[in-house]
T-cell receptor
């Protein structure tokens, strides 16, 4: 069964450094998402991406964040200057062609900012 | 924007009993309501979903009900088993998906 993959599984970085989290969505999917889950808290929506542009973003997704689909397969989340409070699990998700269908989640990247 | 409230935050039941988790949402435009199960160290996995044109949906031991007028929906798990122990999240979606805070379900053998 096709699945969403994410790399790395765990990223440790120092405060102020830039990080790029990578996702490979399911190949025929058209909508792509990033979510964040701080340890022990709820999953929070960050951003959705369709047709090579951001379609929705939350209040969390400030100027420090950016997303890109640099080629036909990868979908990346960049944090320009990480802060301690950016430490969380980051999940990528994708879905085929209808906003009202199941989103397929990747296994997540654990980001630790020290 | 959408705000999703979920209760209870923790739920402990005996194996074989039923478990009920409830959620409310604020945006009447939301039209898709999935439930996710999250096990330790893993991403959320969809277990059941319901769309706004349906009031109830069942899949084996799992059922979801939706009351659009009251803007609430519930997850029902019958004949619970220890492997049902996990964190469960409800979500509501219109243009983006907002999650509830999660319910940690523990099923005691």
């Amino acid at each position: 069964e096709p699945e969403v993959t994410q790399t790395p599984s765990h990223q440790v970085t120092q405060m102020g450094q830039e990080v790029i989290l990578r996702c490979v969505p399911i190949s025929n999917h058209l909508y792509f998402y990033w979510y964040r889950q701080i340890l022990g808290q709820k999953v929070e929506f960050l951003v959705s991406f369709y047709n090579n542009e951001i379609s929705e973003k939350s209040e969390i997704f400030d100027d420090q964040f950016s997303v890109e689909r640099p080629d036909g397969s990868n979908f990346t989340l960049k944090i320009r200057s990480t802060k301690l409070e950016d430490s969380a699990m980051y999940f990528c998700a994708s879905l085929p062609a209808d906003l009202d269908y199941e989103q397929y989640f990747g296994p997540g990247t654990r980001l630790t900012v020290t | 924007g959408e705000n999703v409230e979920q209760h209870p935050s923790t739920l402990s039941v005996q194996e074989g009993d039923s478990a009920v988790i409830k959620c409310t949402y604020s945006d009447s435009a939301s039209n898709y309501f999935p439930w996710y199960k999250q096990e330790l160290g893993k991403g959320p996995q969809l277990i059941i979903d319901i769309r706004s044109n349906v009031g109830e949906k069942k899949d084996q031991r799992i059922a979801v009900t939706l009351n659009k007028t009251a803007k609430h929906f519930s997850l029902h798990i019958t004949e619970t088993q220890p492997e049902d122990s996990a964190v469960y999240f409800c979500a509501a979606s219109h243009n983006d998906m907002r999650f509830g805070a999660g319910t940690r379900l523990t099923v005691k053998p």
